[in-house]
Structures are given as structure tokens and as C-alpha cells.
Antibody, heavy 119, light 110 residues
Framework: QVQLVESGGGVVQPGRSLRLSCAVSGFSFSTHGMHWVRQAPGKGLEWVAAISYDGNDKYYVDSVKGRFTVSRDNSKNILYLQMNSLRAEDTAIYYC????????????WGQGTLVTVSS | QSALTQPASVSGSLGQSITISCTGTSSDVGGYNYVSWYQHHPGKAPKLMIYEVSNRPSGVPDRFSGSKSGNTASLTISGLQAEDEADYYCSSNTPINTWLFGGGTKVTVL
């Protein structure tokens, strides 16, 4: 069955960096776009970034442009989110999700990993 | 880019029908047929309930249905069940290949 497992979350000081990983199984990773979505405490879902199946196209929400980088390793079935210059407002649960082919939606999601930015 | 607009909460009794609205603009909801709806129980992975305005993934009960008129999309839950109590989010793509979510609607089953 399809599985997405995020890791790499934790507590980090403002201005520091963190890299999240999302290990996937149960589907052909190299043929699907992938997304990162976050949920700040007490808030709703916010789309963060997307990457095309081959890694050539990447898209970001304005608030993370220039600070976050999405990437993927299709040989290892892993999606990444490199987060630099972290701010308190980046505190959230970060979910990775599988893009549904030919459609702007995600049909499978991970359980999320918590990132806390605090001094 | 502003989030799509959803009511903060909607409630209904067991067996009743409820509708959640999702209002955007002609540049997102109104411009494309890529509106999706997600069910989210806190602490769990979000679940896709409706994609491309009105399509249900396999395994989603047919009491969930979606529609769109102009810049407003809607999710209707017919025959409300206790397990339907959750947060619901709409989403839409945008012309610049980004993704917008609604603020979320908390559904309470009375």
C-alpha cells in the first residue's frame, strides 16, 4: 500500500536550518509530482512547495521563496525540504503528499513531522 | 495570494445534510476545474474526499459530493454520520502553479 513517512522535524533556533525527508513506498515515485503542506498550531493547511516528477520544476509559496528548497531523489524514493533562515512563523506540522496524476490535488499524505522554531 | 474563504464551522444532526462553501476568485476556483476537498482529523493525515470539483476517489462514500458555480465551490455531506466530524479544507490551483487552501471548516455532528 502507499506509504509516506516524514522525518527530520524538531526544535531549532530562529535563523538556523533543518532538512525534512519523506520516504515513500507503494507507488511509482519517479512518475508523480510531490507536495509539502504545513499546518501551524491552531491554523489551517497551507501549501508550501511542489516539485515535478523529474525534479525539473519547483514551485513555492511566497513566504518561503529564497529560504526553502524542495528536491527529490528518485533512486531512493525520497522527497526533501531544505529549510534555511527559519522563523518562528515556520513552526508547524509539515506533511508530504503525493500528487494525483493529471490533477492538482494530493491523493495520499503522510502523518507529518513537527518543526518548532524557538529560541 | 489570499486563502480561499470557508465558513469556520458548520453543524448538523445525524442523518441530515450539510453544505460547506468555498469562495475564491476567477483566477483560482472560478478559472479551473481543479477544486479539491480534504477531510482532516487532528493528528492524522489529511484525506482526499473530492477532486476536480465533483469526483470521488475510490473508497469515499457517495454521501460526499462536490459542485461549483462561478467562483464558489461546495461540498455536501448527505446523511451525516458521527465519523464525518472533522475539519474540511477546499483547495484550488492558481495560474502560477501554486496551490491555495481554504481556511478550513469544522464540521460538528450534533
Amino acid at each position: 500500500q502507499v506509504q509516506l513517512v516524514e522525518s527530520g522535524g524538531g526544535v531549532v533556533q530562529p535563523g538556523r536550518s533543518l532538512r525534512l525527508s519523506c520516504a515513500v513506498s507503494g507507488f511509482s515515485f519517479s512518475t508523480h509530482g510531490m507536495h509539502w503542506v504545513r499546518q501551524a498550531p491552531g491554523k489551517g493547511l497551507e501549501w508550501v512547495a511542489a516539485i515535478s516528477y523529474d525534479g525539473n520544476d519547483k514551485y513555492y509559496v511566497d513566504s518561503v521563496k529564497g529560504r526553502f528548497t524542495v528536491s527529490r531523489d528518485n533512486s531512493k524514493n525520497i522527497l526533501y525540504l531544505q529549510m534555511n533562515s527559519l522563523r518562528a512563523e515556520d513552526t508547524a506540522i509539515y506533511y508530504c503528499s503525493k500528487g494525483r496524476s493529471g490533477s492538482w490535488c494530493s491523493d495520499y499524505w503522510g502523518q507529518g513531522t513537527l518543526v518548532t522554531v524557538s529560541s | 495570494q489570499s486563502a480561499l474563504t470557508q465558513p469556520a464551522s458548520v453543524s448538523g444532526s445525524l442523518g441530515q445534510s450539510i453544505t460547506i462553501s468555498c469562495t475564491g476568485t476567477s483566477s483560482d476556483v472560478g478559472g479551473y476545474n481543479y477544486v479539491s476537498w480534504y477531510q482532516h482529523h487532528p493528528g492524522k493525515a489529511p484525506k482526499l474526499m473530492i477532486y476536480e470539483v465533483s469526483n470521488r476517489p475510490s473508497g469515499v462514500p457517495d454521501r460526499f459530493s462536490g459542485s461549483k458555480s462561478g467562483n464558489t465551490a461546495s461540498l455536501t455531506i448527505s446523511g451525516l454520520q458521527a465519523e464525518d466530524e472533522a475539519d474540511y479544507y477546499c483547495s484550488s490551483n492558481t495560474p502560477i502553479n501554486t496551490w491555495l487552501f481554504g481556511g478550513g471548516t469544522k464540521v460538528t455532528v450534533l
